[in-house]
């Protein structure tokens, strides 16, 4: 019961070569410089790169398997995925932008409640607006609940602390570190820093020039790396 | 004067019929294309783009010319339509509409490559993470998002095909009914001295144009304003 990554992809500026088996549970820090492959990896597991060749399982379900042509598309992965600089669809509202996802999968599956998650996420009073008029706190918290009410099996979360102060970050992180509250499905948190990956992350993989390599103590790999920046 | 306009109605019909079918083909093919455009990462993009606006700035005589060759009952397309529909496609409606489709292609594509650029990869592919399929997500997302683009290169479409002519000329010759769009008569008009003709047919193809260049100036006014707004 874990996660399969075996890919190959290579683009124009940079090729990805990985072989590396995700546990299935608890928040999973990719950590690495930017450019170093961490979107792209988290873009190959969520189906979002075609041109990726290899293997990529989930569970049981096999997700991409080149050598029987055989690929889910992204829609039917259950992937949620939280885009760095994500902002809401600007044309919906924000409640028909929370429940874009939900409607779509509620009808196969049930994993999360909706009022559940709008208490969580604190967006009670927004649900209304109009999604430029929420601050960047607030499209957040609005983007992470719009993903975990796309009642994904995997979440994905791509830096989800760009352009947010350093307050706000606080606050996120402890809606982060609240999610398992109402859903029990395993998180990949890509970010270059280590402050998020000490508070968050139970198991760690860091990826170098497109290969990723797996930390197995993760605890004793944060410390090492917090003594030689701080 | 009632009776006047009344007998240029066939010509301008068949212009308006011309238009509009052209735009409507134009507009269903040139989505996908727009978007490849907009997002592909391939070196050799440049020299698609190119081709693609080549009828900005070649001669309609010159691209008239090799439709002439190809359609020709012995040319390349010519030969195989002769075989299918047992009947010539030089001088017909259906090659009217076939050369108006490649002649007004920059004026579709653009637009909608400008809109779906400004539009981004993320929205797309954040309706694929929440489930929605790639048909559903076009109809929630991109379109609504990209209206803008579609009222402009529909009204550009629909426009510059109006005012074809050397290429009208060049593969519709000029049979009532069938291939004589208003410009070609205009043309005749003024060859026999009928300048009242001329003179209200004239002005009906620009007041047509004129309206609908307008509407895209004012929709396109409203809209900025709306996002300096927001």
């Known amino acids: ?230 | 004067m009632m009776e006047e306009l009344l007998q240029e109605m066939p010509a301008l019909w068949l212009t308006i019929k011309l238009a509009l079918v052209t735009t409507m083909i134009l507009l269903v093919l040139s989505t996908p294309f727009a978007y490849w455009l907009a997002h592909t990462r391939v070196r050799y993009r440049p020299v698609i783009e190119a081709i693609v606006a080549l009828p900005i700035v070649l001669p309609p005589t010159v691209l008239g010319f090799y439709f002439l060759i190809l359609f020709n009952p012995d040319g390349l397309i010519g030969s195989i339509w002769q075989t299918i529909t047992n009947s010539s496609l030089l001088f017909s409606f259906s090659a009217l509409v076939i050369v108006s489709v490649f002649y007004s292609l920059p004026f579709v594509v653009q637009p909608l490559q400008n809109a779906f650029s400004a539009i981004g990869r993320q929205p797309l592919e954040k309706a694929y993470t929440l489930g929605a399929t790639p048909v559903n997500a076009f109809f929630s997302i991109l379109l609504p998002l990209s209206k803008g683009g579609y009222l402009t290169a529909g009204v550009l479409g629909f426009a510059h095909t109006l005012g074809e002519f050397g290429i009208v000329l060049m593969v519709g010759g000029s049979i009532p009914n069938e291939t004589k769009v208003a410009s070609i008569a205009i043309y005749e008009m003024v060859e026999s001295m009928q300048y009242d003709r001329a003179h209200g047919l004239s002005g009906i193809l620009l007041a047509i144009s004129f309206f609908f260049l307008l509407a895209v100036y004012f929709v396109n006014q409203r809209s900025n304003k709306k996002k300096l707004n927001t």
């Open chain 1, 1 to 230: 019961m874990t996660i399969q990554v075996q890919v190959d992809l290579v683009l124009s500026d940079f090729n990805l070569s990985t072989n590396i088996t995700l546990p299935n549970s608890g928040i999973v820090g990719i950590f690495g410089e930017s450019g170093s492959g961490k979107t792209s990896l988290a873009r190959t597991i969520a189906g979002l790169e075609k041109s990726a060749t290899g293997l990529v399982r989930f569970r049981e379900t096999i997700w991409q398997d080149t050598k029987q042509k055989l690929f889910i598309p992204t829609y039917e992965r259950q992937v949620g995925f939280v885009f760095q600089d994500s902002i809401l669809f600007p044309h919906l509202s924000v409640q028909d932008n929370l429940m874009f996802g939900y409607k779509r999968r509620s009808s196969t599956i049930d994993l999360v409640d909706v009022e559940d998650v709008i208490e969580l996420f604190d967006l009670a009073n927004l649900l209304n607006r109009d999604p430029a008029s929420l601050s960047g706190g607030e499209t957040q918290r609005a983007v992470i609940a719009q993903a975990v009410l796309g009642q994904p099996q995997l979440l994905i979360m791509d830096e989800p602390m760009t352009g947010l102060d350093h307050h706000r970050r606080k606050t996120a992180v402890l809606y982060i570190e609240k999610l398992h509250e109402v859903m029990d499905i395993p998180i990949l948190y890509i970010t270059h820093s280590i402050r998020e990956l000490d508070r968050l992350a139970s198991h760690l993989v860091v990826i170098e020039h497109g290969s990723a390599l797996k930390i197995t103590d993760a605890k004793n790999y944060i410390e090492t790396l917090m003594q030689e920046n701080f």
